[in-house]
């Protein structure tokens, strides 16, 4: 089972989220060519390595956040602390 540490909810099982892919810039909708638009939609790195991934908390927070995780080893690296932990408080 894999648990994703939400920012808001804490860690999850995976089953509780959606992923939504590749954490990249997207590209300005009033002067991007078709080009840009098709390696930012189609395009994806996909490394055996450390990779930024955006993911959406479906089942709790409803919030999107970006994590980065190692592909090759499927562990999240620096995982973030809940809000509420993360201010000293108890959730």
């Known amino acids: 089972m894999l648990l ?5 909810c804490g860690p999850r099982n995976a ?9 990249k810039a997207r ?14 939609l189609y395009m994806k790195d996909n490394p055996a390595g450390r990779l930024r991934e955006t993911w ?3 089942s709790g927070c409803r919030q999107y956040f ?3 995780r ?5 562990r999240f690296a620096d995982p973030p602390l809940p809000a509420a932990e993360a201010d000293g408080e108890e959730a």
Do not use: I, K
Not at 15 to 23: C, H, K, Q, T
Not at 70 to 74: E, K, R, S
């Open 56 to 58: 959406y908390c479906r």
């Open 15 to 23: 089953a509780d989220f959606s992923y939504v892919g590749e954490a």
């Open 27 to 40: 590209p300005d909708p009033n002067a991007a060519t078709p080009e840009e638009w098709r390696d930012y």
């Open 4 to 8: 994703v540490p939400c920012p808001n």
């Open 66 to 68: 970006v994590l980065e």
């Open 70 to 74: 190692d592909t090759a080893a499927n």
